[in-house]
């Protein structure tokens, strides 16, 4: 099982389809900081269709408040701002791959951070959607560790 983070989400509809990935993998939620949006929004809601009560969902205050509940763990950052790629490094089962939000990305200290990945892109692209990113990331990790 692996552990899916979104660092201050603001689109409804992605946290929705990312919560329905959760559920269809058995993975965790961690949704962290402040919400672009409601929990309780028809929009969230739609995109997660009757998934929700299958996925763990976590609210958490702070990455800080993360890393002290989970000290041993592995984090990965996902950012268009590294060279390395998504590929290059083994998931582990238990792993946190960390998105930003859509609009900004992770803070720079994560994007600096020895574990920061990315998808490779065609040059001169911004990024991907969010929700697409994420089942990328975990869909990796679960080809990897053949769950």
């Given at each position: ?5 979104l ?79 998504y ?61």
């Amino acid at each position: 099982m692996f552990n899916v983070v979104l660092y201050e989400p603001e689109i409804p509809q992605n946290t929705g389809n990312i919560a329905r990935l959760c559920a269809c993998t058995g993975s965790n939620l961690f949704l962290v900081g402040k919400l672009g949006f409601s929990l309780s929004s028809k929009y969230t809601k739609r995109a997660g269709l009757d998934y929700w009560d299958d996925v763990d969902i976590k609210k958490v205050d702070s990455m800080e408040d993360l890393f002290n509940e989970f000290p041993n763990a592995n984090f990965y950052y996902l950012t268009t701002k590294t060279k390395r790629l998504y590929t290059d490094i083994k998931f582990k089962n238990g792993d946190f791959l960390v998105f930003g939000p859509e609009t900004r990305g992770l803070p720079e200290k994560y994007v600096k951070d020895k574990n920061a990945l990315t998808i490779p892109m065609k040059e001169g692209q911004r990024s991907l959607n969010l929700s697409n990113s994420a089942a990328i990331v975990l869909y990796e990790g679960i080809r990897q560790n053949g769950i």
